[in-house]
């Protein structure tokens, strides 16, 4: 490939050569100011391929419908429970490959599913105990990305509480029950198993230690909502006398492959912990917002050492460019000054580190011996047009959307051609007819 203008760990490169070899790039020359003879072209600026480290892809059913209106996490979280009831393995296929499909078209080629919807109506098992798990991953290998499938461990309704409703199809009775299952599950190619603990609302204190040794025993990722909600952090006060990062933190789940999801309430205790035990963070901003869960602290997490991924969480919008200037826009919010994170930090996160995060390594920069997972934005659109070459990682971050997106490559492999999905012929068809058979 030759590329117009390169991002890389050193800075911006101009007329550069990539060279792949079997979805790995071998060799990379800046200043060559013709493509070589067969080389694929790429004008405007080549990215890393971004990994989005938390999705429930259900979710984006409730694009739009969860906005009229006001109400509060709450309120959404049913309506969240209704779309759940209605989805079986075929139609969760359908709408989890529009969805990472339209990921795909935004840049994302790894996706961390943090994935609960188990079992049938009433909580009665399938057939297959993982069919909507292995619904996932097969509609991501239709899509041409990645996937870490987070198998998630939820058992109660809230602290103490028995699940209800549709929470019986996330409950595995206890956490070797889930074990058991997840245990099944296998990984491909393009697909890593991983775990999560949604909470310690809907996973009592005695049964995360459960989880964490089965991650620690696989090398797996670790992830759980964490401190979301300032009610997640009372109950957990309440019941065990510890805050949320306390109660992981004595299930000794604190590590390099744990992740707290969103993190938005912390104790400055609570930053200290998860900086001096290497675990990370995935900043999910649009999602924060939208279910006006805060501003979570990612200056005194980046300062004490935490590694920062991005996710899209409940896919209210769809676009890693978004979630990334998030992080400095909203962190310019809560402190009223500027200039807490570089561009080239904001693109580590949504990039390399979410990687990871997902268990995904050598993969997220471009240089040799990392994987062929590239992106390319077109700057002439009116976003982004009159952009300094030079700047144009800055012109990116700030200022372009996943619609700027023209090619994406995931392993040396192109999924996203003049911005037109290669293997899904028409993703908002696809979307909207999947989406349409789920709500009336």
């Known amino acids: 490939m030759w590329c117009e203008i390169v991002h890389t760990r050193t800075g911006v490169e101009r007329d550069t050569v990539i060279e792949i070899t079997d979805g790995v790039i071998t060799g990379v020359r800046p200043d060559t100011p013709a493509p070589p003879p067969g080389a694929a072209v790429r004008r405007g600026l080549t990215l890393p391929g ?58 994302i080629t790894s996706v961390g599913e943090f994935h609960y919807l188990h079992h049938g109506p009433g909580g009665t098992p399938y057939d297959d105990p993982n069919a909507m798990g292995n619904a996932l991953i097969e509609a991501a290998r239709q899509a041409g990305i990645r996937i870490t499938l987070l198998d998630t461990c939820y058992l109660t309704g809230g602290v103490g509480q028995k699940p209800a409703g549709t929470q019986l199809r996330f409950d595995d009775r206890d956490a070797d029950g889930w074990a058991a299952r997840a245990s099944e599950l296998k990984p491909a190619e393009h697909a890593r198993i991983g775990a999560a603990v949604h909470s310690v609302r809907a996973v009592p204190a005695d049964q995360i230690p459960v ?23 009372h109950a957990s006060l309440e ?83 978004e979630e990334a200037r998030a992080v400095e826009l909203d962190e310019r919010l809560r402190t009223g000054s500027r200039g807490h994170f570089t561009t080239a930090r904001l693109l580590v996160h949504g990039t390399v580190l979410g990687q990871a995060a997902l268990g995904w390594e050598g993969i997220g920069r471009i240089e040799a011996g990392m994987a062929a997972d590239l992106v390319t934005v077109g700057l002439d659109s009116v976003r982004l047009a009159g952009t300094v070459p030079r700047l144009a990682s800055e012109s990116a971050v700030f200022a372009a959307t996943a619609s700027d997106i023209t090619h994406v490559m995931v392993a040396g492999r192109t999924i996203v051609e003049d911005g037109q999905h290669t293997l899904v012929e028409n993703v908002a068809g696809e979307l909207a007819a999947s989406i349409g058979a789920l709500v009336e």
Not at 67 to 84: I, L, V
Not at 293 to 320: F, H, K, N, W, Y
């Open 239 to 321: 019941a065990y006398g510890k805050t949320p990062v306390e109660v992981f933190d004595a299930a000794d789940a604190l590590d390099p492959r744990f992740i707290a999801v969103h993190a938005t309430h912390l104790t400055d205790h609570d930053i200290a912990r998860l900086g001096s035990t290497g675990a990370g963070v995935c900043l999910c901003p649009t999602t924060e917002r939208d279910l006006a869960d805060g501003i979570g602290p990612a200056g005194e997490l980046s300062r004490a050492g935490v590694p920062l991924s991005l996710g899209t969480d409940s896919q209210a919008v769809i676009d890693m460019f």
């Open 211 to 233: 989880v964490a040794a089965w991650a620690a025993e696989r090398g797996a990722p670790l992830h759980a909502h964490v401190s979301e909600q300032p009610a997640e952090n």
């Open 50 to 107: 971004f990994a989005n480290a938390h999705s429930h892809a259900f979710h984006r059913v409730l694009r739009g419908r969860t906005q009229a209106g006001s109400g509060t996490f709450w309120t959404w979280r049913e309506m969240m429970y209704s779309a759940a009831a209605k989805l079986d393995p075929d139609t969760y296929l359908a709408l989890a490959r529009a969805v990472y499909a339209e990921m795909a078209l935004a840049g």
